[in-house]
């Protein structure tokens, strides 16, 4: 059973800076992309950030040149730095793996940015 410890969501100013990070546990997942999804109140689940075991990053627009994606593949654990935070990042964030079967969730981590 994959399991997931997901740390560092919380409340910040604007302008102020978070990391996240997320432990996955559980299986041996083979090549695959962890990442970072974001739901606001309202809105769909989308894309903050992805990187693959090979190293290969990707961004949503929204956040590039603000957010920073690393992962350390000994371990299955992927960490989001978030910069220069706005009022319109505030959402919960779930982190995510791929592998060539399916997609696990993580329980989600609300992060909360006041203007």
């Known amino acids: 059973q994959v399991q997931f410890v997901e740390s560092g969501g919380g409340l910040v100013q604007a302008g102020g800076s978070l990391n996240l990070s997320c432990a996955a546990s559980g299986s041996t997942f083979g090549r695959n992309v962890m990442g970072w999804y974001r739901q606001a109140p309202g809105n769909q689940r989308e894309l903050v950030a992805g990187i693959s075991s090979g190293g290969q990053r990707n961004y949503a627009d929204s956040v590039n040149g603000r957010f920073t994606i690393s992962r350390d593949n000994t371990k299955y654990i992927v960490t989001l730095q978030m910069y220069s935070l706005k009022p319109e990042d505030t959402a919960v964030y779930y982190c995510?793996?791929?592998?060539?079967?399916?997609?696990?969730w993580g329980q989600g981590t609300q992060v909360t940015v006041s203007s």
């Open positions: 995510y793996v791929d592998t060539y079967a399916r997609r696990y």
